[in-house]
């Protein structure tokens, strides 16, 4: 019983000592960001079809590792003061075009 006991005392103490050692290993995948697009070029805004319509002036949209243009064109408000905010390109990320109070 009394070995028992030390054994027991003995392997307690010695797990109070112990030290932790580790080691990181990252491993990832590498994320491609493609390249900004070209700068949106200015055109001449057409006569607006009707009162209530808002300009949506082009822009370039990814499709891919390219970017493609897509014309401007006249849209009707989805309500009542609505405000076009473009699409934009920041940081590496596209964030598309919406309709805003």
Do not use: C, E, N, Q
């Amino acid at each position: 019983m009394k070995i028992k006991l030390l054994t027991l005392l003995l392997l307690a103490g010695s797990s109070a000592f112990a030290a932790h050692f580790s080691i990181g290993i990252g491993v990832g995948v590498p994320v491609y960001a493609p390249p900004p697009p070209p700068p949106v070029y200015a055109a001449p805004v057409p006569v607006a079809p009707g009162v209530g319509y808002a300009w949506v002036p082009g822009y370039y949209y990814p499709v891919g590792p390219r970017w493609v243009w897509a014309p401007g064109y006249w849209a009707r408000r989805p309500f009542a003061g609505a405000v076009w905010v473009g699409p934009r390109y920041v940081g590496g990320r596209f964030y598309a075009g919406h309709w805003r109070r």
